[in-house]
C-alpha cells in the first residue's frame, strides 16, 4: 500500500550510489490546533504525543524518504507559519518553499476556511511552481466530522492541489502524505 520506504533522517547517503538526493522546504499552514505539531512528529519520530510541542521559533525539522526510483527525498518541514503570532513572519517562511501543505480538521468548519485563506495567500505570495498539498487532519474523529471529504477534494481539485485526509493520533495516511508530495517533486533531469 506504501510505495516508499522511511530511511532515517540522516541516511542521506544510504541508497544507491547514484541516487539523486533532493532536499525540499516544506512549510505547514493551517489554523491553530489542527494537528500541525502531531503530524510532524508522526512522520519524523513515528509517534503521537499531544502533549509535546515541535514548534519551537524558527526551527523545523527534517526527514528523509527513499522512493523505489531510488531518488531520496530530504524534507526540511518548517511548521511556525501558520500560528497566529507569526502570522506576519509568514511570507519568509513560504518564500522559497517547494512544498506547502495546508492542513485542516474535519471537525472544524472555520479550519477549513482557514485553509482556504492559506491557498490564496499561497497563490498570490507563494513560489508560482509551488506544490500545495490539502490535508483534512484528524480522520479518525468521523462521528464528529464536520467537513465532507468531498468538499476537501471539491476544492483541491478546482486549486490544482493534491487532497488526502489523515489521522496524526491513528498514523493514517501519514507516510503516504509525504510520499505522494515526493512523487510530484520535479525531478533533476538526467545526462
Ligand atoms: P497545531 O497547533 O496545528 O500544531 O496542532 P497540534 O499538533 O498541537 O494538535 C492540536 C491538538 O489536536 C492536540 O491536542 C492533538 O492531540 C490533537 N490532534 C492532532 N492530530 C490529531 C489527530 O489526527 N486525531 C485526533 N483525534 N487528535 C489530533
Known amino acids: 500500500r506504501s510505495s516508499g520506504r522511511l530511511v532515517g533522517a540522516n541516511s542521506d547517503n544510504g541508497g544507491a550510489p547514484d541516487a539523486k538526493n533532493l532536499r525540499v522546504k516544506l512549510v505547514l499552514l493551517g489554523d491553530s490546533g489542527v494537528g500541525k505539531s502531531c503530524i510532524v512528529l508522526r512522520f519524523v519520530r513515528g509517534q503521537f504525543d499531544p502533549t509535546?510541542?515541535?514548534?519551537?521559533?524558527a526551527s523545523f525539522l527534517s526527514q528523509t524518504i527513499a522512493l523505489q526510483d531510488s531518488t531520496t527525498v530530504?524534507?526540511?518541514?518548517?511548521?511556525?507559519?501558520?500560528?497566529?503570532?507569526?502570522?506576519?513572519?509568514?511570507?519568509?517562511?513560504?518564500?522559497?518553499?517547494?512544498?506547502?501543505?495546508?492542513?485542516?480538521d474535519i471537525?472544524?468548519?472555520?479550519?477549513?476556511?482557514?485553509?482556504?485563506?492559506?491557498?490564496?495567500?499561497?497563490?498570490?505570495?507563494?513560489?508560482?511552481?509551488?506544490?500545495?498539498?490539502?490535508?483534512?487532519?484528524?480522520?479518525?474523529?468521523?462521528?464528529?466530522?464536520?467537513?465532507?471529504?468531498?468538499?476537501?477534494?471539491?476544492?483541491?481539485?478546482?486549486?490544482?492541489?493534491?487532497?488526502?485526509?489523515?489521522?496524526?493520533?491513528?498514523?493514517?495516511?501519514?507516510?503516504?502524505l509525504f510520499e505522494e508530495i515526493a512523487k510530484r517533486l520535479p525531478r533533476p533531469t538526467t545526462s
Do not use: C
Not at 52 to 57: D, E, N
Not at 76 to 100: F, H, K, M, N, S
Not at 135 to 142: E, P, Q, R, S, W
Open 107 to 176: 471537525t472544524s468548519p472555520d479550519s477549513f476556511a482557514k485553509a482556504q485563506y492559506w491557498v490564496k495567500e499561497l497563490q498570490k505570495h507563494g513560489s508560482p511552481d509551488i506544490i500545495m498539498a490539502l490535508v483534512g487532519n484528524k480522520a479518525d474523529l468521523h462521528e464528529k466530522r464536520e467537513v465532507p471529504a468531498q468538499d476537501g477534494i471539491e476544492y483541491a481539485e478546482k486549486n490544482e492541489m493534491f487532497f488526502i485526509e489523515t489521522s496524526a493520533k491513528t498514523a493514517d495516511n501519514i507516510n503516504q
Open 52 to 57: 509535546s510541542k515541535v514548534t519551537v521559533g
Open 74 to 104: 530530504k524534507f526540511e518541514i518548517w511548521d511556525t507559519a501558520g500560528q497566529e503570532r507569526y502570522a506576519a513572519l509568514a511570507p519568509l517562511y513560504y518564500r522559497g518553499a517547494a512544498v506547502a501543505v495546508v492542513v485542516y
